[in-house]
């Protein structure tokens, strides 16, 4: 256990928000000078803080606070009828775990997931420099779970995070030509999947934001406990017509 009273961190200036329109959003560093490893890391995940490259950051933005950590409980999960059937259509796919590097072929698939859904993003234009920076870590205990087809073509990458109570879900990208697979979900199901076969209590998601779409999907994965201050609690499900 580290002595987190000795971290310091550093607070960027006030931006545009990624999230929600006409807002401005701040967000808090771990010092980059610290030295971080797999343990802070994961006490620092129990706090709401998330990975991009080699940093540790979470939202700290005045008067809101709309982004609320999240993570699955894992071996409580109920798969909605929806999912089971996901499932069953992506039946024919490989898992692969392989090191988190740059290859060609995953670099591919990314940038081509990034040019065809997230045009107006921040990660736009992809590149192999940003691809590096963001998706991999000197310190943390990181795997690319690669999902190839029958054919052995690479169709989706799950960018996971090994934590002490946990797998951290970082990033996922995959074929954007291949919508009725729903291959971003399938991997989020996998993965929930492989934290209860490892025998670990959570799978994070990082932040659910309500009034967002894009990220307000999480709720689907219940029970999915949101930090609240310093607590973490569960929210409630949803009602029996949505879990169709």
């Given at each position: 256990?580290?002595?987190?009273?000795?971290?310091?961190?550093?607070?960027?200036?006030?931006?545009?928000?990624?999230?929600?329109?006409?807002?401005?959003?701040a967000t808090l560093f771990v010092d980059p000078q610290t030295r971080l490893d797999a343990?802070?890391?994961?006490?620092?995940?129990?706090?709401?803080?998330?990975?991009?490259?080699?940093?540790?950051?979470?939202?700290?933005c005045d008067g809101c606070r709309a982004c609320v950590p999240a993570r699955v409980r894992v071996a409580d999960f109920q798969p909605r009828r929806r999912h089971k059937r996901l499932r069953r259509r992506n039946a024919d796919l490989t898992v692969s775990e392989e090191p988190a590097r740059y290859t060609r072929e995953v670099y591919s698939l990314y940038a081509r997931y990034i040019d065809q859904r997230h045009g107006d993003g921040d990660m736009f234009p992809p590149s192999e420099e940003q691809f590096t920076s963001f998706l991999t870590c000197d310190w943390a205990d990181t795997r690319f779970y690669c999902f190839r087809d029958p054919r052995r073509r690479l169709v989706a990458v799950a960018v996971t995070d090994l934590l002490d109570d946990g797998l951290s879900?970082?990033?996922?990208?995959?074929?954007?030509?291949?919508?009725?697979?729903?291959?971003?979900?399938?991997?989020?199901?996998?993965?929930?999947?492989?934290?209860?076969?490892?025998?670990?209590p959570y799978l994070y998601l990082g932040y659910w934001i309500r009034q967002c779409q894009k990220m307000s999907y999480k709720s689907q994965y219940q029970p999915l406990e949101l930090l609240d201050g310093g607590n973490w609690r569960e929210l409630p499900g949803p009602d029996a017509e949505s879990r169709r």
């Open positions: 256990m580290s002595d987190l009273s000795e971290l310091r961190f550093f607070r960027t200036p006030a931006h545009p928000c990624s999230y929600l329109e006409e807002r401005q959003a343990g802070l890391y994961s006490e620092l995940s129990r706090l709401g803080f998330r990975r991009s490259g080699d940093y540790l950051y979470r939202p700290h879900a970082v990033y996922t990208f995959f074929d954007p030509d291949q919508p009725d697979r729903g291959l971003g979900v399938n991997a989020l199901l996998w993965q929930i999947e492989a934290a209860h076969a490892r025998g670990m």
